[in-house]
């Protein structure tokens, strides 16, 4: 049982190139997240969805887009890249309120 | 306008003594509470939670304590082991709506 996965660990981007960072859980929950975690930050709230086909907006949302085909997958799209994206990226999904977390994928734009 | 504050960065205790976290919040809606332990380039793993029903839940060497009314949470760690030495983060919810709010989290260093 894998849990939730994320893809890639590390990523170098250029300031306008984009890019998606998928994560997959096997773990049949509805509900899934995006979260960022800067230096000395808690986790901040991307995106969510609560099924398939249904997503919105959380905290921070702008400079992403997300789309949830299925039960299982859940992509963060990043058009132009900019400095002020370059942070730790978290997948989460849960069925209620507790939160299972992917290992996170850390990105740098320069 | 964080919601969820952590307000000690770290916390450095010796082995075998007792941890205690704490975690104020702002939010009088918020109805699930939860900790998060974070080691480095790992995500957050779950440790413990509690609902507002109650004002106490234990699990283990972990303690959640809530106080509604002072809209504050602790953590305690009995006894602490070098394996606790990580981030925690708390967390909140308001009722039936599943999102988190974190606080900033507070590093916690276990002396042998």
């Known amino acids: 049982n894998a849990g939730v996965t994320q893809t890639p660990k590390f990523r170098i981007l250029k300031i306008g190139q984009s890019m998606t960072l998928q994560c997959t859980q096997d773990m049949n929950h509805n509900y899934m997240y995006w979260y960022r975690q800067d230096p000395g930050m808690g986790l901040k709230l991307i995106y969510y969805?609560?099924?398939?086909?249904?997503?919105d907006k959380g905290e921070v949302p702008n400079g992403y887009n997300v789309s949830r085909s299925t039960t299982e997958d859940f992509p963060l799209r990043l058009e132009l890249a900019a400095p002020s994206q370059t942070s730790v990226y978290f997948c989460?999904?849960?069925?209620?309120?507790?939160?299972?977390f992917g290992p996170g994928t850390r990105l740098t734009v320069l | 306008d964080q919601q969820v504050k952590q307000n000690s960065p770290s916390l450095s205790v010796q082995e075998g003594r007792i941890s205690i976290l704490n975690c104020d919040y702002t939010n009088s809606m918020f109805d699930y509470f939860l900790w998060y332990k974070k080691y480095p380039a790992e995500g957050p793993t779950f440790l413990i939670s509690?609902?507002?029903?109650?004002d106490k839940n234990e699990d283990g060497r972990f303690t959640v304590f809530l106080n509604k009314s002072a809209k504050h949470l602790s953590l305690h760690i009995v006894p602490s082991q070098p394996g606790d030495s990580a981030v925690y983060f708390c967390a909140a919810s308001p009722l039936d709506d599943y999102k988190l709010s974190f606080g900033a989290g507070t590093t916690v260093t276990v002396r042998a």
């Open positions: 969805s609560v099924g398939a086909g249904i997503t």
């Open positions: 989460a999904s849960s069925a209620r309120d507790t939160q299972y």
């Open positions: 509690i609902s507002s029903i109650k």
